[in-house]
């Protein structure tokens, strides 16, 4: 498949966790990166590799991996996590990018 | 602190050309990747095109392979598209980004621009 897939959207309730995934072919070869978009913004690179937050992250992000899924868990999510989450991965090839079609997360 | 400041958007005519450039600072250019992702307008974030940080590889998405040309001048900290053949389905803000790794790629976006928008209308 060269295509990532994500649920188009995802609600939490304030304080509680909540995972986003991803499914793709690729997912079995490559780690996914996770950024995070808030309306009018650039994204943001929350999440890279196995599991390696960039700097300024909360630790609250996380990832995980199992065959051909990424997850992305907010431990206690925050209103500021409102936002759409995007993964991304390398395709086939190694040489070009995917990208799911984002999860709109909404903190109740 | 690292920028990436993209401009040359704006409104062209299907079958127009455009180039776009994006200038950095605050990093090394010459030792970094560079992307070019676009995002239509409601729409997800689409990948268009990588430049390898020694301008050596460069590898493009199908939508825009043959029509656009990802280029950059180390000397000028700038990346640059040239989009000829524009179709309507080319409209969206244009994102220049960094790729993680130094003198490497890595395919994840640490840094970002804010964008420019390309309108492609008659």
């Known amino acids: 498949s060269s295509e990532l897939t994500q649920d188009p959207a995802v609600s939490v309730a304030l304080g509680q966790t909540v995972r986003i995934s991803c499914q793709g072919d690729?997912?079995?070869?490559?780690?996914a990166g996770w950024y995070q978009q808030k309306p009018g913004q650039a994204p943001v690179l929350v999440i890279y590799?196995?599991?390696n937050r960039p700097s300024g992250i909360p630790d609250r992000f996380s990832a995980s991996n199992s065959g051909n899924t990424a997850s992305l868990t907010i431990t206690g999510a925050q209103a500021e996590d409102e936002a759409d989450y995007s993964c991304?991965?390398?395709?086939?090839?190694?040489?070009?990018?995917?990208f799911g079609g984002g999860t709109k997360l909404t903190v109740l | 602190q690292v920028q990436l400041v993209e401009s040359g958007g704006g409104v062209v005519q299907p079958g127009k050309s455009l180039r776009l450039s994006c200038v950095v600072s605050?990093?090394?250019?010459?030792?970094?990747?560079m992307h070019w992702v676009r995002q239509a307008p409601g729409k997800g974030l689409e990948w268009v095109a990588v430049?390898?940080?020694?301008?050596?590889?460069?590898y493009y998405a199908d939508s825009v392979k043959g029509r656009f040309t990802i280029s950059r001048d180390n000397s000028k900290n700038t990346l640059f598209l040239e989009m000829s053949s524009l179709r309507a389905d080319d409209t969206a803000i244009y994102y220049c980004?960094?790729?993680?790794?130094?003198?490497?790629?890595?395919?994840?976006?640490?840094?970002w621009g804010q964008g420019t928008l390309v309108t492609v209308s008659s």
């Open positions: 980004a960094r790729d993680y790794c130094a003198t490497s790629t890595c395919y994840y976006f640490d840094y």
């Open positions: 605050g990093f090394s250019f010459s030792r970094f990747g």
């Open positions: 430049l390898s940080y020694d301008g050596g590889n460069k």
């Open positions: 690729s997912l079995r070869t490559y780690y």
């Open positions: 590799g196995k599991n």
């Open positions: 991304n991965s390398r395709d086939s090839s190694g040489n070009h990018v995917l």
